[in-house]
Nanobody, 118 residues
Framework: QVQLVESGGGLVQAGGSLRLSCAASGNIFSINTMGWYRQAPGKQRELVATITSGDRTNYADSVKGRFTISRDNPKNTVYLQMNSLKPEDTAVYYC????????????WGQGTQVTVSS
């Protein structure tokens, strides 16, 4: 089992920045890809960014150039630096851990709220 705990959400004005953290514990060697997803009210959960164990990253078009995903392996933590925030970035942000060789292994955090005011 893997436990994922997000932190760093909050209320920020448009144009501001936030950094989300996702701390992993447990059998962390069972996952090789970490990602951030978000879900706005009335909408489906969507991918924001992912990072592999080889530090290969992928971003949704809507956040490219504004968000940066990174990982600190000694701390077992993944970050999402969010700059130039927009009201449409408002959502609950979730951390996800997966294994590309074992698709049945999927772990989610509890989510952290990000609210961007205009």
């Amino acid at each position: 089992q893997v436990q994922l705990v997000e932190s760093g959400g909050g209320l920020v004005q448009a144009g501001g920045s936030l950094r989300l953290s996702c701390a992993a514990s447990g059998n962390i060697f069972s996952i090789n890809t970490m990602g951030w997803y978000r879900q706005a009210p009335g909408k489906q959960r969507e991918l924001v960014a992912t990072i592999t164990s080889g530090d290969r990253t992928n971003y949704a078009d809507s956040v490219k150039g504004r968000f940066t995903i990174s990982r600190d392996n000694p701390k077992n933590t993944v970050y999402l630096q969010m700059n130039s925030l927009k009201p449409e970035d408002t959502a609950v942000y979730y951390c996800k851990g997966t294994n590309s060789y074992k698709p049945y292994l999927v772990y989610w955090g509890q989510g952290t709220q990000v609210t961007v005011s205009s």
